[in-house]
Protein backbone atom coordinates (compact mmCIF):
# COMPACT_ATOMS: atom_id res chain seq x y z
CA UNK A 1 0.00 0.00 0.00
CA UNK A 2 1.20 3.50 -1.08
CA UNK A 3 2.76 5.26 2.20
CA UNK A 4 0.46 8.32 1.68
CA UNK A 5 -2.81 6.16 1.82
CA UNK A 6 -1.77 4.11 4.59
CA UNK A 7 -1.29 7.41 6.74
CA UNK A 8 -4.72 8.34 5.66
CA UNK A 9 -6.24 5.06 6.10
CA UNK A 10 -4.54 5.50 9.97
CA UNK A 11 -5.47 9.23 10.38
CA UNK A 12 -9.17 8.23 9.32
CA UNK A 13 -8.97 5.57 11.82
CA UNK A 14 -8.08 7.61 14.75
CA UNK A 15 -11.35 9.96 13.93
CA UNK A 16 -13.25 8.01 13.79
CA UNK A 17 -12.04 6.24 16.76
CA UNK A 18 -12.69 9.65 18.80
CA UNK A 19 -15.85 10.34 17.14
CA UNK A 20 -16.97 6.77 18.57
CA UNK A 21 -15.27 7.61 22.07
CA UNK A 22 -17.30 11.08 22.05
CA UNK A 23 -20.77 9.08 20.81
CA UNK A 24 -20.09 6.69 23.65
CA UNK A 25 -19.76 9.36 26.20
CA UNK A 26 -22.56 11.93 25.28
CA UNK A 27 -24.60 8.57 25.38
CA UNK A 28 -23.70 8.00 28.99
CA UNK A 29 -24.08 11.06 30.22
CA UNK A 30 -24.29 12.42 32.59
CA UNK A 31 -22.61 9.59 34.95
CA UNK A 32 -22.05 11.32 38.04
CA UNK A 33 -23.82 14.81 39.70
CA UNK A 34 -23.26 18.32 37.53
CA UNK A 35 -21.71 21.09 39.17
CA UNK A 36 -23.52 24.39 37.85
CA UNK A 37 -21.62 27.80 38.58
CA UNK A 38 -23.14 30.65 39.41
CA UNK A 39 -21.05 34.18 39.60
CA UNK A 40 -23.45 35.70 42.81
CA UNK A 41 -24.63 35.00 45.65
CA UNK A 42 -27.29 33.39 46.56
CA UNK A 43 -30.69 34.49 46.45
CA UNK A 44 -30.01 37.05 43.57
CA UNK A 45 -31.42 36.55 40.19
CA UNK A 46 -29.09 34.35 38.68
CA UNK A 47 -28.65 32.32 41.68
CA UNK A 48 -32.92 32.03 41.59
CA UNK A 49 -32.67 31.12 37.89
CA UNK A 50 -29.97 28.91 38.13
CA UNK A 51 -32.37 27.11 41.05
CA UNK A 52 -35.24 26.64 38.81
CA UNK A 53 -33.21 25.28 35.76
CA UNK A 54 -31.00 22.99 38.17
CA UNK A 55 -34.19 20.82 39.24
CA UNK A 56 -35.17 20.77 36.15
CA UNK A 57 -31.99 19.06 34.72
CA UNK A 58 -31.77 17.27 37.77
CA UNK A 59 -35.50 15.48 37.04
CA UNK A 60 -34.55 15.03 33.34
CA UNK A 61 -31.05 13.61 33.45
CA UNK A 62 -31.20 11.08 36.75
CA UNK A 63 -28.11 13.50 38.25
CA UNK A 64 -28.20 16.11 40.98
CA UNK A 65 -27.49 19.41 39.46
CA UNK A 66 -25.50 21.07 42.13
CA UNK A 67 -25.76 24.95 42.35
CA UNK A 68 -22.02 26.56 43.12
CA UNK A 69 -21.99 30.13 44.20
CA UNK A 70 -18.84 31.56 43.27
CA UNK A 71 -18.98 35.60 43.86
CA UNK A 72 -16.53 37.63 43.39
CA UNK A 73 -14.63 40.39 40.66
CA UNK A 74 -18.15 41.21 39.13
CA UNK A 75 -18.32 37.22 38.20
CA UNK A 76 -15.41 36.46 36.45
CA UNK A 77 -14.30 34.42 39.28
CA UNK A 78 -17.33 31.76 38.64
CA UNK A 79 -15.94 32.14 34.74
CA UNK A 80 -12.68 31.52 35.21
CA UNK A 81 -13.25 28.23 37.05
CA UNK A 82 -15.79 27.02 34.22
CA UNK A 83 -13.24 27.70 31.36
CA UNK A 84 -10.54 25.79 33.04
CA UNK A 85 -12.51 22.89 33.83
CA UNK A 86 -12.03 19.54 31.73
CA UNK A 87 -14.58 20.33 28.70
CA UNK A 88 -16.84 17.13 29.91
CA UNK A 89 -20.12 18.38 30.30
CA UNK A 90 -19.83 17.87 34.25
CA UNK A 91 -18.97 21.71 35.07
CA UNK A 92 -21.39 24.58 33.75
CA UNK A 93 -21.58 28.07 34.13
CA UNK A 94 -24.93 30.48 33.96
CA UNK A 95 -23.91 32.77 31.82
CA UNK A 96 -25.46 36.03 31.79
CA UNK A 97 -25.20 40.13 30.63
CA UNK A 98 -22.67 40.90 33.14
CA UNK A 99 -20.20 38.08 31.46
CA UNK A 100 -20.79 40.35 27.96
CA UNK A 101 -20.32 43.42 30.04
CA UNK A 102 -16.74 42.08 31.49
CA UNK A 103 -15.70 42.14 28.32
CA UNK A 104 -15.04 45.42 27.84
CA UNK A 105 -15.29 46.58 31.54
CA UNK A 106 -12.09 44.60 32.32
CA UNK A 107 -8.99 45.07 30.10
CA UNK A 108 -6.93 42.09 31.44
CA UNK A 109 -8.97 39.33 32.18
CA UNK A 110 -6.88 36.10 31.68
CA UNK A 111 -9.36 34.40 29.44
CA UNK A 112 -11.98 35.88 26.24
CA UNK A 113 -15.40 34.82 27.07
CA UNK A 114 -16.65 34.06 23.85
CA UNK A 115 -14.04 32.17 22.87
CA UNK A 116 -13.53 29.81 25.75
CA UNK A 117 -16.94 29.62 26.98
CA UNK A 118 -19.18 27.45 24.37
CA UNK A 119 -22.65 28.06 24.35
CA UNK A 120 -25.34 25.33 25.47
CA UNK A 121 -28.58 27.30 25.64
CA UNK A 122 -30.44 30.59 26.34
CA UNK A 123 -32.74 30.60 29.14
CA UNK A 124 -34.15 33.58 30.06
CA UNK A 125 -34.67 37.86 29.26
CA UNK A 126 -36.10 39.92 32.15
CA UNK A 127 -36.64 42.95 32.43
CA UNK A 128 -35.16 45.51 35.72
CA UNK A 129 -37.36 47.22 37.76
CA UNK A 130 -36.63 50.47 38.32
CA UNK A 131 -37.68 50.73 41.99
CA UNK A 132 -37.54 52.88 45.26
CA UNK A 133 -37.19 52.93 48.40
CA UNK A 134 -41.21 53.66 50.01
CA UNK A 135 -39.52 56.77 51.94
CA UNK A 136 -38.79 58.53 48.67
CA UNK A 137 -41.47 61.12 47.66
CA UNK A 138 -41.28 60.16 43.80
CA UNK A 139 -44.16 58.08 42.53
CA UNK A 140 -43.63 57.67 38.74
CA UNK A 141 -40.52 58.02 36.87
CA UNK A 142 -40.83 61.92 36.33
CA UNK A 143 -41.44 62.81 39.57
CA UNK A 144 -38.28 61.07 40.40
CA UNK A 145 -36.50 62.75 37.69
CA UNK A 146 -37.44 66.52 39.39
CA UNK A 147 -36.65 64.67 43.11
CA UNK A 148 -33.44 63.82 41.77
CA UNK A 149 -32.14 66.66 39.81
CA UNK A 150 -33.54 68.79 43.03
CA UNK A 151 -31.32 66.72 45.35
CA UNK A 152 -27.96 66.36 42.86
CA UNK A 153 -25.40 64.20 44.93
CA UNK A 154 -27.71 63.10 47.42
CA UNK A 155 -29.32 59.75 45.90
CA UNK A 156 -27.86 56.63 46.52
CA UNK A 157 -28.13 54.03 43.59
CA UNK A 158 -27.26 50.59 44.70
CA UNK A 159 -26.18 47.70 42.19
CA UNK A 160 -25.35 44.08 42.43
CA UNK A 161 -21.53 45.33 42.10
CA UNK A 162 -19.59 47.91 39.04
CA UNK A 163 -20.29 46.81 35.60
CA UNK A 164 -23.37 44.21 36.64
CA UNK A 165 -26.33 44.90 34.82
CA UNK A 166 -28.11 46.97 37.56
CA UNK A 167 -24.96 48.76 37.43
CA UNK A 168 -24.60 49.94 33.52
CA UNK A 169 -28.53 50.02 33.56
CA UNK A 170 -28.75 52.72 36.22
CA UNK A 171 -25.97 54.66 34.63
CA UNK A 172 -27.39 54.36 31.60
CA UNK A 173 -31.17 55.86 32.67
CA UNK A 174 -28.47 58.61 34.53
CA UNK A 175 -27.12 59.55 31.23
CA UNK A 176 -30.13 59.96 29.18
CA UNK A 177 -32.12 62.17 32.12
CA UNK A 178 -29.40 63.75 33.14
CA UNK A 179 -28.83 63.15 36.90
CA UNK A 180 -26.51 63.24 39.57
CA UNK A 181 -26.66 60.17 41.19
CA UNK A 182 -23.94 57.95 43.93
CA UNK A 183 -23.37 54.42 43.08
CA UNK A 184 -22.98 51.77 45.59
CA UNK A 185 -22.26 48.83 44.79
CA UNK A 186 -22.31 45.20 46.49
CA UNK A 187 -21.32 42.11 45.72
CA UNK A 188 -24.84 41.10 44.51
CA UNK A 189 -28.50 41.67 44.25
CA UNK A 190 -29.06 40.37 47.46
CA UNK A 191 -27.15 42.17 49.35
CA UNK A 192 -27.98 45.53 47.69
CA UNK A 193 -32.01 44.50 48.57
CA UNK A 194 -31.26 44.48 51.70
CA UNK A 195 -29.94 47.73 52.03
CA UNK A 196 -32.44 48.91 49.44
CA UNK A 197 -35.30 47.75 51.60
CA UNK A 198 -33.64 49.18 55.05
CA UNK A 199 -33.38 52.57 53.52
CA UNK A 200 -29.78 52.59 53.21
CA UNK A 201 -29.68 53.35 49.44
CA UNK A 202 -32.87 54.84 47.29
CA UNK A 203 -32.92 53.54 44.15
CA UNK A 204 -32.09 50.36 42.12
CA UNK A 205 -32.80 49.02 38.86
CA UNK A 206 -33.10 45.10 39.93
CA UNK A 207 -34.10 42.70 37.65
CA UNK A 208 -37.24 41.45 38.06
CA UNK A 209 -36.79 38.05 39.70
CA UNK A 210 -34.95 38.89 42.54
CA UNK A 211 -37.27 41.98 43.77
CA UNK A 212 -40.54 40.98 42.40
CA UNK A 213 -41.95 39.37 45.72
CA UNK A 214 -40.56 42.37 47.69
CA UNK A 215 -42.84 44.94 45.38
CA UNK A 216 -45.76 42.48 46.08
CA UNK A 217 -45.45 42.87 49.43
CA UNK A 218 -45.16 46.71 49.76
CA UNK A 219 -41.32 46.66 50.47
CA UNK A 220 -40.15 48.81 47.55
CA UNK A 221 -41.84 51.02 45.08
CA UNK A 222 -41.86 50.21 41.63
CA UNK A 223 -41.69 53.19 38.80
CA UNK A 224 -41.77 51.24 35.57
CA UNK A 225 -39.90 48.45 34.08
CA UNK A 226 -36.70 48.93 31.81
CA UNK A 227 -37.61 46.59 28.69
CA UNK A 228 -39.33 48.43 25.48
CA UNK A 229 -42.65 46.49 26.50
CA UNK A 230 -44.44 46.48 29.56
CA UNK A 231 -44.26 43.08 31.64
CA UNK A 232 -47.14 40.53 31.98
CA UNK A 233 -46.12 39.87 35.22
CA UNK A 234 -46.51 43.71 36.80
CA UNK A 235 -48.72 44.98 33.75
CA UNK A 236 -49.51 48.31 35.37
CA UNK A 237 -45.60 49.03 35.19
CA UNK A 238 -45.31 52.33 32.13
CA UNK A 239 -41.74 51.42 30.91
CA UNK A 240 -39.12 53.82 31.64
CA UNK A 241 -38.76 54.36 27.92
CA UNK A 242 -42.63 56.08 27.86
CA UNK A 243 -40.51 58.92 29.46
CA UNK A 244 -36.83 58.86 28.47
CA UNK A 245 -37.07 58.31 24.99
CA UNK A 246 -34.88 55.61 23.47
CA UNK A 247 -34.23 53.68 26.92
CA UNK A 248 -34.02 50.20 26.94
CA UNK A 249 -32.42 47.37 29.15
CA UNK A 250 -32.76 44.04 30.56
CA UNK A 251 -31.22 41.12 31.85
CA UNK A 252 -30.89 37.54 30.16
CA UNK A 253 -29.08 34.29 31.10
CA UNK A 254 -28.06 31.12 29.64
CA UNK A 255 -26.07 28.06 30.36
CA UNK A 256 -22.26 28.03 28.85
CA UNK A 257 -19.43 25.44 28.86
CA UNK A 258 -16.17 25.11 28.70
CA UNK A 259 -14.60 25.76 25.32
CA UNK A 260 -13.98 21.77 23.44
CA UNK A 261 -16.92 20.38 25.58
CA UNK A 262 -18.25 17.70 23.15
CA UNK A 263 -20.89 18.66 20.52
CA UNK A 264 -22.83 15.99 21.33
CA UNK A 265 -23.32 16.86 25.54
CA UNK A 266 -24.05 20.26 24.47
CA UNK A 267 -27.07 19.14 22.44
CA UNK A 268 -28.29 17.08 24.61
CA UNK A 269 -28.00 19.76 27.32
CA UNK A 270 -29.21 22.03 24.53
CA UNK A 271 -32.64 19.83 23.95
CA UNK A 272 -33.27 18.99 27.79
CA UNK A 273 -33.02 22.98 28.54
CA UNK A 274 -35.42 24.18 25.70
CA UNK A 275 -37.88 21.51 26.79
CA UNK A 276 -37.86 22.63 30.26
CA UNK A 277 -38.62 26.17 28.87
CA UNK A 278 -41.63 24.82 26.75
CA UNK A 279 -42.70 22.87 29.92
CA UNK A 280 -45.63 24.28 31.04
CA UNK A 281 -45.49 24.38 34.70
CA UNK A 282 -41.56 25.74 34.58
CA UNK A 283 -43.01 28.14 31.71
CA UNK A 284 -45.67 29.26 34.37
CA UNK A 285 -43.20 29.57 37.11
CA UNK A 286 -40.80 31.84 34.76
CA UNK A 287 -43.19 33.82 33.84
CA UNK A 288 -44.65 34.64 37.57
CA UNK A 289 -40.99 36.06 37.73
CA UNK A 290 -41.57 38.46 35.07
CA UNK A 291 -38.79 36.22 32.98
CA UNK A 292 -39.81 35.81 29.07
CA UNK A 293 -38.51 31.83 27.61
CA UNK A 294 -34.86 31.95 25.45
CA UNK A 295 -35.86 29.27 23.74
CA UNK A 296 -33.27 27.93 20.73
CA UNK A 297 -30.02 26.58 19.13
CA UNK A 298 -26.49 26.61 20.95
CA UNK A 299 -25.39 28.70 17.71
CA UNK A 300 -27.97 31.13 17.85
CA UNK A 301 -27.37 31.73 21.66
CA UNK A 302 -23.92 32.12 20.80
CA UNK A 303 -24.91 34.91 18.44
CA UNK A 304 -26.93 36.13 21.18
CA UNK A 305 -23.84 36.27 23.27
CA UNK A 306 -21.35 38.16 20.41
CA UNK A 307 -24.53 40.68 20.09
CA UNK A 308 -25.47 41.73 23.48
CA UNK A 309 -21.17 42.00 23.84
CA UNK A 310 -21.50 44.56 21.43
CA UNK A 311 -24.13 46.63 22.60
CA UNK A 312 -22.94 47.04 26.31
CA UNK A 313 -19.37 48.10 25.23
CA UNK A 314 -20.97 51.34 23.56
CA UNK A 315 -22.53 51.87 27.23
CA UNK A 316 -19.55 50.98 29.15
CA UNK A 317 -17.35 53.04 27.32
CA UNK A 318 -19.67 55.83 26.90
CA UNK A 319 -20.47 56.19 31.59
CA UNK A 320 -16.52 55.49 31.95
CA UNK A 321 -17.84 52.28 34.38
CA UNK A 322 -14.67 50.87 36.19
CA UNK A 323 -14.19 47.53 37.82
CA UNK A 324 -13.76 47.07 41.70
Known sequence: MHPARRRFLQLAAAAATVSLARFAAAQSYPSRPIRLVVGFAA????????????????????????????????????????????????????VGATNAINATLYEKLTFNFIRDIAPVSGLVRVPLVMEVHPSVPAKTVPEFIAYTKANPGRINMGSGGNGTTLHVSGE?????????????????????????IGG????????????????????LRPLAVTTAERSQ????????????????????????????????????????????????????????LGAMPLMGSAAQFGQSIVDETEKWAKVVKFSGAKPD
Open 233 to 288: ALPHLPSVGDFVAGYEASSWYGIGAPRGTPAEIIERLNGEINAGLADAKLKARLAD
Open 172 to 196: LFKLMAGLDMVHVPYRGAAPMLIDL
Open 43 to 94: GGPTDITARLIGQWLSERLGQQCIIENRPGAGSNIAAEAVVNAPPDGYTLLI
Open 200 to 219: QVQVAFDPMPSSIEYIRAGK
